[in-house]
Every structure is written in C-alpha cells, then in structure tokens.
C-alpha cells in the first residue's frame, strides 16, 4: 500500500469519526434539549398569557409609557417562543419546509437585531440582486440561522474601531449564494472547523452556548444547502449556498 493510499484512508476515517462524534453530541443535546423545552414551555406561555392581559389594562388606563415596555416583553416573548418551536421541529427531526424568500427572511432578521446593532454603532448594508427568488426549506429555521450569524457579527465587532455588517445575496450558476460579512479579521485556521463543531465556542465565559453554528450548518443541510466559512475574505464571512426553486431558475 502507497503512503499517498494510506494517507487518504486515514484521512477518510477521521472524517468518518469526527461525524460520528459530531452525531453523538447533537443527540446528546437534542435529549436535554427536549426537556429544558418542556420545563420553560410551561412558564413562557404564562408570562406571555399574562402580558396581553397587562396590555389590555395599560391600554384601558392610557399608560403609554407602561404599554410601550408590555410591548416590547410581548415581540421577546414571541421571539423565545418561535426560536423554541423551531428547536422543537429540529430535535424531532421533522421538517415542515416551503419555498421562501431569502430576502424577507434575512431582513427580518435584521429586525430582530438592528437595536443591537444601533446601540453599538454598526453600519449594516443589505445588497440583494434576488429578492424574489424562491428556496426549499423552513423560514422559521433560516430566520433562526441568519438571527445567529448576525448575533455573533454583533458580538465580535462591537469593540472595534470599524464596525459594519454586510448581508448580500446573488444569484451563481442556479444557486442563490448568501455572504454574512463583518469588518471582523476572520476566523483563525485552526478554529474554521471546530467552528461547525457542537459545544464549541470562542465566547468562553463571556457567554455563548456553542450550539449556534453546528445547529445551524445541521439544519441548512437538511435543506439542501451548505454554509462555509470563505477563507479568501480579508474580513470574516460566512457563505450560505441554497438550491433555488425550478421555476426560479427558468425565469432568470
């Protein structure tokens, strides 16, 4: 046997159980998962049940300053439950998939993040060649990715003298190709692939769960997707690849 022959199985067999230790912790996750969404279903619901009658009240009382909190415990509390029912679609592994446009999911994302990104000065540019364009899969799911990505562009270049987030869309060779970019450095090599790795974070104790991108990358690809950290990038970005609907590449 050649050393190159060698190589290559060795090679091939790491994969093989780096996949299957990727696979275990996901399960492991996925069966604690379910019950710390069972224990917290319960008492969101709750404040949420509790919050529309708080609302009723204010408004009867005219307390615009009191409506204007209760609202915005309303729109968080209807965020936790949306993010929560898409754990739950992804840990029982059942998709409930549509064509959706990329470009209405990511700027609801955008929404979901720009007090952040007010707070902390960042610059946010949204190009998009292909709004109407159609993809396969959960806009729950994806809102759920693109919120991740632009959460953890926040978190990185917060701090930074040049802040900016970039989100860009086009259409390559019957794809529609996503670019996540921040003014960040990028992701030094050695982390580019335990980045996709579950329970790894860069955060430490800052914060972080280490779940986001490996569930992330799990869920883009049961929609036949990929997403891929580009190395050629001056800055840091990440790139998302999506099959597009049939009908959508005609009409281009």
């Not at 290559?8 to 912790?25: C, G, H, M, N, Q």
């Not at 960040?184 to 769960?209: A, C, H, N, V």
Request: net charge neutral; glycine share 6%; charged share 30%.
């Amino acid at each position: 046997m050649s050393l190159l022959v060698f190589a290559t199985i060795l090679l091939r067999r790491k994969k093989i159980k780096k996949r299957t230790v990727d696979a275990e912790r996901l399960k492991v996750v996925g069966e604690v998962g379910t019950q710390i969404l069972h224990e917290l279903m319960t008492p969101l619901s709750l404040i949420h049940y509790h919050n529309e009658h708080l609302i009723k009240n204010l408004e009867e009382k005219g307390n615009q300053e009191g409506l204007a909190y209760a609202q915005k415990v309303k729109e968080s509390a209807r965020r936790v439950i949306e993010i929560f029912d898409d754990m739950r679609s992804l840990i029982k592994d059942r998709d409930d998939y549509e064509y959706v446009e990329l470009a209405k999911i990511i700027k609801k994302s955008y929404f979901y993040t720009h007090i952040q990104m007010q707070k902390n000065e960042i610059d946010f540019v949204f190009d998009t060649q292909n709004s109407d364009q159609l993809v396969w899969g959960s806009s729950g799911q994806l809102g759920q990715v693109f919120t991740n990505l632009l959460n953890n562009s926040i978190q990185a270049i917060k701090d930074l003298e040049d802040k900016w987030i970039k989100v860009s869309i086009k259409n390559t060779d019957g794809y529609l190709v996503v670019q996540v970019m921040d003014s960040g450095d990028g992701i030094p090599r050695d982390m580019q692939e335990k980045i996709f790795e579950s329970l790894f974070t860069t955060k430490g104790d800052s914060g972080g769960t280490g779940l986001g991108l490996a569930i992330s990358r799990r869920l883009i690809e049961r929609m036949g997707g990929q997403i891929d950290i580009d190395e050629a990038c001056p800055n840091t970005c990440f790139t998302l690849k999506f099959p597009i609907k049939e009908e959508s590449k005609k009409a281009s």
